[in-house]
């Protein structure tokens, strides 16, 4: 009921690429879908977040689509840059469940 | 902004002794904090959730004598390692929930680095 499953493990994108991630979850009971960043030795940071109640979000070169039926949802880099290299977790969440983080995408893009 | 400092930022110790950890909000009250551990290339697991004013929940497998975890304030959350062995090295991160947003919208503090000789 609360497996969070994240893939790819691992990402490699040329430089102005697309990079997408992708987040499947079990639990119908989340309502915050949230996408974080980490860079090495440092701790995370919310890159971006949606509701159930809609379908997709925009933030600058970032985009989350989420699939209520299919319990899913995934991360969009567009025009992605060597700075965007970091890994990326999933980690959905309803104030009702225990945090559980996916288990991450290491992303690299190549110049 | 939303800003979580961790304190101190790596920290070696001798297998044995204690090492205290803290959390701080600074720009936002935080009636909830939680505590997270991350071995290399790992995921984040969640050790506890701190309340303020009351005592944390520890996830399955933690051992609260040994993680003790303290929210004294709304700004400040700590986290002392008693009797840290070798296997406790690890990468400690702590996150912050505005107000009452629970685990909503966290914001991590940059992480500890302990290492246990």
């Known amino acids: 009921q609360q497996q969070v499953k994240q893939s790819p493990q691992s990402l490699i994108v040329q430089k102005g690429g697309i990079s997408i991630i992708n987040c499947a979850y079990e639990?119908?009971?989340?309502?915050?879908f949230p996408w974080y960043q980490q860079f090495p030795g440092k701790g995370p940071a919310l890159l971006i977040a949606?509701?159930?109640?809609?379908s997709e979000k925009k933030e600058g070169r970032f985009t989350i689509s989420f699939n209520k039926s299919a319990k899913q949802f995934s991360l969009h880099i567009m025009d992605s840059q060597p700075g965007d290299s970091a890994t990326y977790f999933c980690?959905?969440?309803?104030?009702?469940?225990?945090?559980?983080f996916g288990s991450g995408t290491r992303l690299s893009i190549r110049p | 902004g939303a800003v979580v400092s961790q304190h101190p930022s790596w920290v070696i110790c001798k297998s044995g002794t204690s090492v205290k950890i803290e959390c701080r909000s600074l720009?936002?009250?935080?009636?909830?904090m939680f505590w997270y551990r991350q071995f290399p290339k790992q995921s984040l697991m969640l050790m506890a959730t701190?309340?303020?004013?009351?005592?944390?929940?520890?996830e399955q497998g933690v051992e609260k004598d040994k993680f003790l975890i303290n929210h004294a304030s709304l700004t400040l959350s700590t986290l002392t390692v008693t009797s840290a062995h070798p296997e406790d090295s690890s990468f400690y991160i702590c996150?912050?929930?505005?107000?009452?947003?629970?685990?909503?919208?966290?914001?991590f503090g940059p992480g500890t680095r302990l290492t246990v000789t």
């Open positions: 996150s912050a929930a505005k107000g009452g947003a629970r685990g909503y919208e966290q914001y």
């Open positions: 639990n119908t009971a989340f309502d915050y």
């Open positions: 949606i509701r159930p109640d809609v």
């Open positions: 980690a959905p969440y309803s104030s009702a469940s225990k945090i559980i």
């Open positions: 720009d936002f009250q935080a009636t909830t």
């Open positions: 701190s309340n303020e004013g009351s005592k944390a929940t520890y």
